[in-house]
């Protein structure tokens, strides 16, 4: 005696008013888990249920006349779609044991500071499994910033069986500049000069990414003052017309330990000439002990 069949909704799992979204994921997953490749039980017989309930439920026409009258012997030709279902996921199986997508390759690659500025290109060789080294260049645009990963898609290694090659990821890597800092679009360094020049004010040579500039500093420059450099930061975008941001100069004072006689009476006749002594006596050690103090900021 024949087996009566089973609910087709019952069968795939799925409510009698399941979409056809919930239809054909329900029927994937379970033709995975019972094709006879993977699950050998029951000679298929699970297998065929699947593909026979999903060709009935994912027809409209088929479908409504399941909804009214229930199994019927073959209707519309029934068999043939099922066999036309199986076999579309027997060929899908097949195609997929021979396939295999490449590995991806990820590179680490150290740039100069300039080099992130201004943008670069550079060759590098990818190691392959099995393989010899395969060069490859890297455009990189002006502006790059520490830790950024480029994606090159299928430059990884090759798929096998015709399949897509993996993809490569180069980490790009800036290393520390031992003057320069960088703060967004800006640089920041700083700038050493002498207790008299921060008094009476002076022009320096200051270092930036296009080289030595001049840069005038007025009288009366306090430590930690920051001076503004315009045009001399990080470009925006590639080419020289791009707009940049500025050079941010900080001003470390330094003030010698170790003063000469002439020095250290220049320097009391500048505490006498500023009121800073005591009637009758030594003068007051306060303006000296001041300007040693800024050499400890």
């Known amino acids: 005696m024949a087996r009566r069949k089973r609910d087709y909704y019952t069968v795939l799992g799925v409510?009698?008013?399941?979409?056809?979204?919930?239809?054909?994921?329900?029927?994937?997953?379970?033709?995975?888990?019972?094709?006879p490749d993977v699950s050998p039980d029951n000679n298929g017989e699970a297998f065929r249920e699947i593909n026979e309930a999903y060709a009935v439920l994912s027809d409209p026409?088929?479908?409504?006349?399941?909804?009214r009258w229930g199994?019927?012997?073959?209707?519309?030709?029934?068999s043939a779609v099922v066999e036309a279902a199986q076999d579309i996921i027997n060929d899908v199986f097949r195609r997929r044991r021979g396939k295999q997508r490449g590995r991806d390759v990820r590179y680490t690659l150290e740039l100069t500071f300039e080099q992130a500025a201004f943008g670069t290109s550079k060759t590098i060789e990818i190691p392959f499994e099995g393989g010899k080294p395969r060069e490859f260049t890297v455009v990189i645009a002006a502006g790059l910033v520490d830790g950024t990963v480029k994606t090159?898609?299928?430059?990884?290694?090759?798929?096998?069986?015709?399949?897509?090659?993996g993809d490569l990821h180069v980490n790009l890597r800036v290393a520390e500049h031992p003057t320069f800092r960088r703060d967004g679009l800006d640089v920041r360094s700083d700038q050493a000069i002498s207790f008299s020049q921060a008094a009476l004010g002076?022009?320096?040579?200051?270092?930036?990414?296009?080289?030595?500039?001049?840069?005038?500093?007025?009288?009366?420059?306090?430590?930690g003052q920051v001076f503004r450099i315009r045009g001399r930061?990080?470009?925006?975008?590639?080419?020289?017309?791009?707009?940049?941001?500025d050079h941010l100069?900080?001003?470390?004072?330094?003030?010698?330990?170790?003063?000469?006689?002439?020095?250290?009476?220049?320097?009391?006749?500048?505490?006498?000439?500023a009121g800073e002594h005591r009637e009758g006596g030594a003068p007051r050690r306060r303006l000296l002990d001041r300007v040693r103090s800024l050499l400890d900021e």
């Open 152 to 165: 090159f898609r299928g430059e990884g290694e090759p798929g096998k069986g015709g399949a897509a090659a």
């Open 15 to 35: 409510a009698r008013d399941a979409g056809d979204t919930e239809l054909k994921r329900a029927f994937r997953e379970l033709a995975r888990k019972h094709h």
């Open 61 to 67: 026409e088929a479908r409504a006349r399941y909804d």
């Open 249 to 273: 100069v900080e001003v470390r004072v330094e003030v010698p330990t170790d003063l000469t006689p002439r020095q250290r009476e220049l320097i009391e006749e500048l505490a006498r000439s």
């Open 202 to 223: 002076a022009v320096l040579d200051v270092a930036t990414l296009d080289g030595a500039v001049q840069m005038r500093i007025p009288q009366g420059t306090q430590p």
């Open 233 to 245: 930061g990080i470009p925006q975008a590639s080419g020289k017309s791009a707009p940049r941001g």
């Open 71 to 78: 199994h019927q012997d073959d209707p519309g030709g029934l």
